[in-house]
């Protein structure tokens, strides 16, 4: 009888003890996960690649790093309007933004109102893209209002190609407010210059040479529009997540280490 009530005993013992190793073992805690919004196509900072079925491109690439460096699971966002993508931005409806986000100059001081920036992490300008046929030429491939100013020009809503086109076209020549088509989507922007409903394509220059280079040839670069705009990845304003810190951190040890520079040649080929 004591012989059978000790291997009882065992027995509930050691089954106890997988129930136990089960709950502690099998099922560990999910990542956190970062929510990172971003807006396609504008390739190469991001676009969606349908054979791989994910998003891609050099800003994806860091905020992988970032999610890595602190222990979460990138989770990206798409926001067909990107006017839409810095209002969730600064309401704090994602936990941060990669999409080519300009941080300085007269749009950056508005975006620094309700976002708050990373360390900038690329240096841009604005480019200019027309159909091939397009006659006209820019002086040293640099553009400014002499050639663009009585042009029908399409730029996408919210960014800094509208901000220069409302700084610089406008006053400079009144009359051609109303030839200015203002876009949500890139997507939308380039048919309808590819449709001849306008002439030029304002555009941030990587993205435009990324689009010409896949237009087989039915496109061009016209030239560039010389705006010195720094690049940063963005949060709510006042960074209530405490992120900055870790982004910085990430983006300090890839300059550092080669890996930035790695990440410019896998994407600005």
Same mark, same amino acid.
């Given at each position: 009888?004591?012989? %059978?009530?000790?291997?009882?005993?065992?027995?509930?013992? @050691?089954?106890?003890?997988? *129930?136990? *190793?089960? @709950?502690?073992?099998?099922?560990? %805690?999910?990542?956190?996960?970062?929510?990172? %919004?971003? #807006?396609?196509?504008?390739?190469?900072?991001?676009?969606?690649?349908? &054979?791989?079925? $994910?998003?891609?491109?050099?800003?994806?690439?860091?905020?992988?790093?970032?999610?890595?460096?602190? /222990? $979460?699971?990138?989770?990206? $966002? #798409?926001?067909?309007?990107?006017?839409?993508?810095?209002?969730?931005? *600064?309401?704090?409806?994602?936990?941060?933004?990669?999409?080519?986000?300009?941080?300085?100059?007269?749009? !950056?001081?508005?975006? #620094?109102? &309700?976002?708050? @920036?990373?360390?900038?992490?690329?240096?841009?300008?604005?480019?200019?893209?027309?159909? %091939?046929?397009?006659?006209?030429?820019?002086?040293?491939?640099?553009?400014?209002?002499?050639?663009?100013?009585? +042009?029908?020009?399409?730029?996408?809503?919210?960014?800094?190609?509208? /901000?220069?086109?409302?700084?610089?076209? +406008?006053?400079?020549?009144?009359?051609?407010?109303?030839?200015?088509? $203002?876009?949500?989507?890139?997507?939308?922007?380039?048919?309808?210059?590819?449709?001849?409903?306008?002439? @030029?394509?304002?555009?941030?220059?990587?993205?435009?040479?990324?689009?010409?280079?896949?237009?087989?040839?039915?496109?061009?670069?016209?030239?560039?529009?010389?705006?010195?705009?720094?690049? !940063?990845?963005?949060?709510?304003?006042?960074?209530?997540?405490?992120?900055?810190?870790?982004?910085?951190?990430?983006?300090?040890?890839?300059?550092?280490?080669?890996?930035?520079?790695?990440?410019?040649? +896998?994407?600005?080929?």
């Amino acid at each position: 009888m004591t012989s %059978a009530i000790a291997i009882v005993v065992a027995i509930i013992a @050691f089954l106890a003890g997988l *129930g136990a *190793g089960y @709950f502690i073992y099998s099922t560990p %805690a999910a990542k956190a996960k970062l929510t990172v %919004a971003t #807006n396609v196509p504008f390739p190469p900072f991001e676009s969606y690649n349908d &054979t791989l079925g $994910r998003f891609v491109g050099f800003d994806i690439d860091i905020a992988s790093l970032i999610a890595n460096a602190t /222990g $979460r699971q990138l989770v990206v $966002r #798409n926001f067909d309007n990107f006017d839409l993508l810095l209002t969730t931005v *600064g309401n704090g409806g994602v936990d941060m933004a990669a999409s080519g986000i300009t941080m300085s100059g007269t749009q !950056g001081a508005k975006r #620094n109102l &309700t976002m708050s @920036f990373s360390n900038p992490y690329y240096n841009a300008n604005q480019a200019v893209i027309t159909l %091939a046929g397009d006659t006209t030429t820019c002086p040293n491939n640099v553009c400014d209002q002499s050639e663009l100013g009585n +042009k029908t020009i399409g730029v996408q809503s919210g960014t800094t190609s509208e /901000g220069w086109v409302d700084t610089n076209i +406008k006053p400079f020549d009144p009359n051609n407010a109303t030839d200015i088509h $203002r876009y949500g989507s890139v997507t939308t922007e380039l048919q309808e210059l590819k449709n001849g409903v306008y002439e @030029f394509m304002i555009i941030d220059a990587g993205p435009a040479a990324n689009i010409v280079s896949g237009s087989s040839s039915t496109l061009k670069l016209l030239g560039t529009i010389i705006t010195n705009e720094l690049y !940063g990845f963005a949060v709510a304003k006042g960074d209530p997540q405490s992120l900055v810190p870790s982004i910085n951190t990430v983006l300090a040890q890839i300059k550092a280490s080669g890996v930035y520079d790695q990440l410019l040649a +896998k994407w600005f080929k």
